[in-house]
């Protein structure tokens, strides 16, 4: 299997990703790197194992995503020089890049930050060195108008029933959110991200777009994703 230079392939923790099963393993074919986010990770790579696969880690608070990965998966790591060093020991030997923030100082390499793990992932996938002149950049799961992808995460598809993420999801949102809301924040010490904020780095995602190369191609499958004429809207062939 050749792989095509040039060729991205962002995986968010949206529930739209599991409409998209063609169109990942399209890309699989076609040999694409994924860019991976961590709260998504685990699952996603135990079950496609892709060839080449970089998980996203930005967080500076502890948690088991990385950790939950088989050892038999293959993949690399790309984290925040400020995310929790906890985070990056792994039971067997990873190659990891960290990477500063737009406006930090310092030696390291330097990405764009709209405000989510999925934005520095398409601000990677925009810049990064490739042998080809063109980019072709696939967006799945960048379902950014939910209240809290991370929240849904940890503790709604816990909760609910067997069956299809997007339609129970839907159903159980709004009481999980009232039920959990209080202890994350007196527990874990972080705020959960409001519509507003995540309404905010939506628009900043797009104003990237925007600026980048007229030789990149954005190809979106989320319905709540990017609202930009620059990026190519797509049904999943799965509906």
Not at 27 to 51: Q, T, V
Not at 108 to 118: E, N, R, Y
Request: net charge positive; hydrophobic share 40%; with cysteine.
């Amino acid at each position: 299997m050749s792989s095509e230079a040039g060729l991205f392939a962002l995986i968010g923790a949206g529930p739209s990703l599991d409409y998209c099963d063609t169109e990942i393993s399209d890309l699989l074919r076609r040999g694409a790197h994924f860019f991976i986010s961590d709260s998504i990770a685990s699952g996603f790579l135990r079950r496609w194992r892709p060839r080449r696969a970089s998980v996203f880690t930005v967080e500076n608070r502890r948690h088991m995503y990385i950790h939950r990965i088989s050892g038999e998966v293959d993949f690399s790591v790309l984290a925040y020089q400020g995310a929790n060093a906890r985070n990056l020991r792994f039971t067997k030997a990873r190659v990891v890049s960290q990477f500063k923030i737009t406006g930090e100082s310092g030696e390291l390499p330097m990405l764009h930050s709209p405000g989510t793990v999925f934005g520095v992932m398409l601000s990677c996938a925009a810049t990064v060195n490739v042998s080809s002149d063109s980019r072709e950049i696939h967006l799945l799961g960048a379902d950014l108008s939910y209240i809290d992808n991370q929240v849904y995460c940890r503790y709604i598809d816990d909760h609910t029933p067997p069956g299809n993420r997007l339609l129970t999801r839907e159903l159980w949102q709004f009481e999980i959110m009232l039920k959990k809301s209080s202890v994350v924040h007196l527990r874990a010490g972080y705020a959960i991200r409001t519509g507003f904020e995540l309404a905010q780095s939506r628009e900043n995602l797009c104003q990237f777009v925007k600026s980048a190369p007229k030789s990149t191609r954005f190809i979106e499958y989320s319905p709540l994703g990017l609202e930009t004429p620059d990026v190519e809207r797509r049904f999943p062939a799965r509906s």
